[in-house]
């Protein structure tokens, strides 16, 4: 199983950009497909972005396509989330997840980054 820490997140302004990390830990996360998902309070969780084991085929939800960009070093055991034009509506705890996008299922997840988007 693969250990997963998110760092990156803040206050930003609307329009404003941030870069999310998320690195692991263990002999796996080159095998895994890796995703970030967010939930704001009192929303459920939403599927933001997800990317391939070897970074070849990447997924965005909806709200964020043409914003945000995921991509992953597989050498450095890090997963990233480039996220640009900044809306107070993409304010949210933003996790990163390993597992199997096929399915859609994630089984090891890290604790969370928040960020906060000013209006």
């Known amino acids: 199983q693969v250990q997963l820490v998110e760092s990156g997140g803040g206050l930003v302004q609307a329009g404003g950009s941030l870069r999310l990390s998320c690195a692991a830990s263990?002999?796996?996360?080159?095998?895994?497909?890796m995703a970030w998902l967010r939930q704001a309070p009192g929303k459920e969780r939403e599927f933001v972005a997800a990317i391939s084991w070897s970074g070849g085929s990447t997924y965005y939800g909806d709200s964020v396509k043409g914003r945000f960009t995921i991509s992953r070093d597989n050498a450095k055991n890090t997963l990233y989330l480039q996220m640009n034009s900044l809306k107070p509506e993409d304010t949210a705890v933003y996790y990163c997840?390993?597992?199997?996008?096929?399915?859609?299922?994630?089984?090891?997840w890290g604790q969370g980054t928040q960020v906060t988007v000013s209006s």
């Open positions: 997840a390993a597992g199997t996008i096929a399915t859609m299922t994630f089984g090891s």
């Open positions: 263990g002999r796996t996360f080159s095998s895994n497909d």
